[in-house]
């Protein structure tokens, strides 16, 4: 047993790191219970009244409402598209299907600040207004990638001979994918929508360069950073938006292992993000 | 597994009609040209087997009855209405996969009523259907259970049942056995040849498993590459073989080298180097094969004996030395060499009361019959 004993310092290197990656975040809901304006130590009361001040400010509440909008019109699109390419590269060959695939998947490594002024460009270029919209079209650009691996692992989990058995059994080519595809990579498209959904609701780059009038809730927060009175009532924004996100991510995963544990896959020997 | 003689004895009658004409069926998949012009007529209530090795067009054939593939040329006729152009789900055929397909997300019951139109059965009939289904499948009470808490034979049978609620005029079963353990198999194989006799039901089976298609089917076509090389009953299929190939793929055949001296009335006139001169009965000649191409003779282990003393002489005695010994318990096969050939022949003799392992080197007397003999080129 002593040989697997891991040595000391690699513990200390395991808390140090998690520490790092996780004390900004822990923060962030320390400071929104705290009592007082200044963001410092040492703490003062507690207080929940930087919520309070979120439930009285209409501005915010209209970017809630624009990042819902976003996050679940983006969210919805690239599932569709997701669901369609991880269809074909899961049952048809085709020419070039590597080459295809690879540019599909390539906004997921390129730099946000690139795609953000590309676009930016291009819709200029045709004249089109900056809007919500022009949000949703660049934030599908960017979740696609994610709904592709999601959904290409559920469609790849299907047995093709239970689609045929279908319609052995007289149900048509529609029916068969209402009757049985559908419900067998239900897990993986709701995984699909909660991680494009949580994708498009933290965006910022994009929505902040695409935009128009109207401000998603991350442009809206950057906004106010330059008052320093109204940095308490943003980390309570972002503590909310933190518990939110975690939540989503842990009811995609949730559903994601329901789909591979239902195919009677080893949920954890399939890859997924969480 | 022994068959009862009177299930042997129960064959299709012969004025049964036609249920599958195959004509001329190929099947190109780019260039690889999987099935050369099929011709079969597959009988109405028969239990019908397609064997060959893995990689012979049998998966490939059995799709297309199901409507899976469409040929490249040729026609698939089912219940006298030509297949072109109908797809799997309007076929009145019914298929048990070889991964079963049990749909995952659907109960036993579920799975077996799948099929069942919604508009056609009342609620009522079809949870009827659906019992009496699994009845035939011995599962009753399982109607409840998830998939995924079946056995690999449970499985099976659901598969079987859902393809029977249909009431299909024939059943295409791919392998269905393959993944089953040796005991569940043996147990399988009579059941299903049980449910297939009762039920009326043709039956088409894939298999690669000589033994399992000699054991369930009325009829069976030996496939190679594509091609059927021989269609016929079990027993004639043992007994007379077309080819070398069909001989060594369905049991163990001992080949020897043979001369043709002469045909009379009574047969053909064979030269056997170490067993000597023979006549063969000419109805021996495997159909479009001249007595002049005749080089190759075939005698199964099991018709030739080794002798012991106080044994009954043999209508033909030859003498061989043993070279090598295989003890199964209740059958021993001997190795042993005929002078004159350089194959080594197999004698597979039952270990009866007093017949005790000979040795190896020793020299011992083989009897044969020249009835025993199959004619190959």
């Known amino acids: 047993m002593k040989r697997n004993r891991s040595p000391k310092w690699l513990a200390f290197y395991a808390v140090a790191y998690m520490v790092f990656l996780y004390a900004p975040v822990v923060l962030l809901p320390m400071f929104a219970f705290n009592d007082a304006t200044v963001i410092a130590f040492p703490l003062s009361a507690f207080t929940t009244k930087w919520f309070d001040v979120l439930w009285n400010t209409p501005a915010l509440h209209l970017a809630v409402k624009n990042s819902l909008l976003v996050g679940v019109s983006a969210a919805v ?51 089109l207004p900056l809007s919500l919209w022009t949000v949703v079209g660049g934030h599908v650009l960017i979740c696609v990638p994610f709904s592709i691996a999601i959904l290409t692992s559920a469609f790849n989990g299907l047995d093709q001979s239970l689609e045929e058995a279908s319609q052995d059994l007289g149900e048509s080519r529609w029916g068969t994918f209402q009757r049985v595809t559908l419900p067998l990579v239900m897990p993986g498209i709701i995984s699909s ?82 | 597994m022994h068959l009862l003689p009177e299930v042997l004895s129960d064959m299709t009658s012969p004025e049964a009609q036609p249920i599958i004409n195959l004509t001329g069926v190929t099947k190109y998949f780019g260039t690889f040209h999987a099935l050369k012009g099929i011709d079969a007529n597959i009988k109405e209530g028969e239990f019908f087997s397609l064997l060959g090795p893995s990689g012979c067009g049998k998966t490939t054939l059995l799709r297309m009855i199901a409507g899976f593939e469409d040929p490249s040329d040729g026609t698939i006729v089912i219940g ?33 009523g799948y099929g069942l139109k919604k508009g056609k059965l009342s609620k009522q009939a079809q949870l009827a259907e659906v019992e009496k289904a699994l009845e035939m499948v011995d599962l009753v009470g399982y109607g409840t259970r998830a998939a995924h808490e079946l056995s690999g034979g449970q499985r099976q049978r659901v598969a079987l049942a859902r393809a ?143 002798l012991y003393d106080g044994d009954q002489g043999a209508e033909r005695i030859a003498q061989a030395q043993v070279v090598g010994t295989s003890y199964y318990g209740d059958m021993t096969y001997y190795s042993v060499l005929l002078p004159g050939h350089t194959e080594e022949v197999t004698i597979s003799m039952r270990n009866t009361a007093g017949r005790s392992i000979l040795n190896v080197g020793s020299t011992v007397s083989v009897g044969w019959g020249a009835d025993s003999i199959v004619l190959f080129e």
Request: glycine share 6%; with cysteine; proline share 5%.
């Open chain 2, 80 to 112: 006298g209405k030509s297949m072109a152009g109908i797809s799997a789900n309007q076929r009145p055929t019914n298929m048990v996969f070889q991964s079963y397909a049990i749909f995952p997300h659907l109960n036993v019951a579920e799975n077996v």
């Open chain 1, 77 to 127: 699109l690239s599932t569709i598209l997701g669901a369609c390419a991880a269809r074909a590269t899961a049952r048809y060959r085709f020419p070039l299907k590597r080459g295809i695939l690879g540019f599909i998947m390539l906004p997921m490594v390129l730099p946000e600040i690139i795609l953000a002024v590309a676009l930016l460009v291009l819709l200029k270029q045709l004249g």
């Open chain 2, 164 to 306: 029977l609620v249909m009431r299909p005029k024939v059943v295409l079963l791919d392998e269905p056995l393959s993944a089953l353990d040796k005991n569940l198999r043996d147990q399988m194989q009579v059941e299903l040849r049980r449910l297939q006799q009762s039920l009326g039901i043709t039956f088409i089976l894939v298999t690669h498993d000589q033994e399992e298609a000699l054991i369930m089917s009325d009829r069976i076509a030996v496939m190679f590459e594509g091609k059927i090389a021989q269609l016929a009953t079990p027993e004639e299929l043992y007994r007379r073989p077309i080819s070398r190939r069909v001989a060594s793929f369905i049991g163990v055949m001992n080949f020897l080298e043979a001369r043709v001296t002469g045909s009379g009335e009574a047969g053909l006139q064979l030269d056997i180097p170490a067993l000597g001169q023979v006549e063969v009965s000419h109805d021996h000649l495997p159909e479009g094969l001249n007595p002049q191409d005749i080089h190759t003779i075939g005698i199964r282990p099991e018709m030739l004996t080794v």
């Open chain 1, 193 to 274: 929508l909660l991680i494009s959904f949580t994708i498009s609701l933290d965006e910022f780059i994009i929505a902040f360069f695409l935009t128009g009038t109207d401000v998603t809730l991350p442009v809206y927060i950057w906004s106010q950073l330059r008052f320093p009175t109204k940095l308490p009532s943003v980390m309570a924004l972002g503590s909310i938006l933190l518990a939110l996100s975690v939540i989503l991510l842990i009811l995609a995963e949730w559903f994601r292992r329901r789909s591979a544990h239902k195919q009677g896959a080893d949920a954890s020997a399939t890859g997924g993000f969480v």
